[in-house]
């Protein structure tokens, strides 16, 4: 039985990465080194500068690739430093269709800096085909796809927008940060690059600031790793080594976390003062189907949402085991506010547009026990039910 027979929970820890080759040890080395040695100038090295490759970081590029079942990986200094670097393969008057409850960073590189560039961009509704088929134009060079979105959990049929981009001669890029390759695949549906903010579930421990991408063939990567090395966006020999000490739990980490966000979102729909629970293991959520056909899983992310900010302000001065922070993916709880961190770069008006609203709020579930979450949560509501209580018999309701 080889490595590549083996399930994706055991490949985490038997990989050819298992131990080091020279020495056996069984945590790869961080190589800090930020040059080489060369014997012969005739006869170069494998590495010569550690911008255009590091042993440590090669480590974790071939384990990404392995686990996202892609031909090579790469690692940046962050997400957004992979996606960007991934643009980069387009040219001036380019076109890019694009998920439009994209992450926030996402639409402020697509809105904000591409355009300086003359690349063109139309943001669709990817859970509607028919909007994707009719977005796409002539100059289109890039269909990109957030699945689930954040932070709505919007769900896109990865396999049927392949399709056609295929048809239109177009490359799809898909981030899978919220997934990871622990839950969905999306080479396998026929992507061409899958991205990751590594920062999150991959390492999963809140220290470090990665991004990875993995690609579907050779060509491509070749022309992906001339713009890495191009850029110089690389991830550090350390951070490298975090992120492949990480990844070695992402299994048991997003299979826990999962299962208690499965709770806490059944529960928040029984909850009077939330309106709405965002999360694709709800039975009843619109991509339900579609998500259960493409993934292993709902994830460990959701969202829900509360009359206004006055009641997200209550809920959340009343809370005390999640983190109130940007981020998410990580091994405690992190409570998120849309409006004013992941998405304050979008314009108020376009964040009304997409259902980003002042009232919501995102959970990214850890390791707690979810009887914990569930009881601190109450105080939260608890709170919300007694200041709304008040106003109304004060009449200011």
Known sequence: ?????????????HNDHKFDKATGAVSIPIQQASTFHQVDFDQPGKYDYSRSGNPTREALEDTIANLEGGVKGFAFASGMAAIATSFMLLSQNDHVLISEDVYGGTYR?????????????????MTDLNEVARGIQSNTKVIYIETPSNPLLKVTDIQAVVKLAKANKC?????NTFMTPALQRPLDFGADIVLHSATKFIS????????????KNEELAKQLA???????????????????????????????????????AHALTKEKMVEEVFYPGLSYHPGHSTHI??????G?????????????????????????????????????????????SMPPIER???????????????????????????NGFAAIKKQYSASEASGQL
């Open 171 to 175: 490359l799809t890029f898909v981030d």
């Open 293 to 298: 056909y493409q993934a292993a899983g709902p």
């Open 352 to 378: 009304r547009k997409r259902g980003i609203t002042d009232g919501l709020l995102r959970l990214s579930v850890g390791l707690e026990n979810p009887d914990d979450l569930l009881k601190d949560f109450k």
């Open 204 to 215: 999963g421990h809140s220290d470090v600031v990665a991004g990875l991408a993995a690609v």
């Open 109 to 125: 590189m697509i809105h904000d800096v591409l355009g300086r560039f003359g690349i063109k961009h139309t943001f669709v509704d």
């Open 226 to 264: 001339f713009l890495q090395n191009s850029f110089g966006s690389i991830l550090s020999a350390h951070d490298s080594w975090l992120v492949l000490r990480g990844l070695k739990t992402l299994h048991c980490r997003l299979d826990q976390s999962s299962r208690s966000a499965f709770r806490l």
């Open 300 to 344: 460990a992310v959701l969202s829900f949402r509360l009359p206004d900010e006055n009641a997200v302000r209550l809920f959340t001065k009343h809370v005390q085991i999640p983190v109130f922070a940007v981020s998410l993916g990580a091994v405690e709880s992190i409570l998120s506010y849309p409006a004013r961190m992941s998405h304050a």
């Open 1 to 13: 039985m080889t490595n590549t027979d083996y399930t994706f929970q055991t490949k985490l820890l």
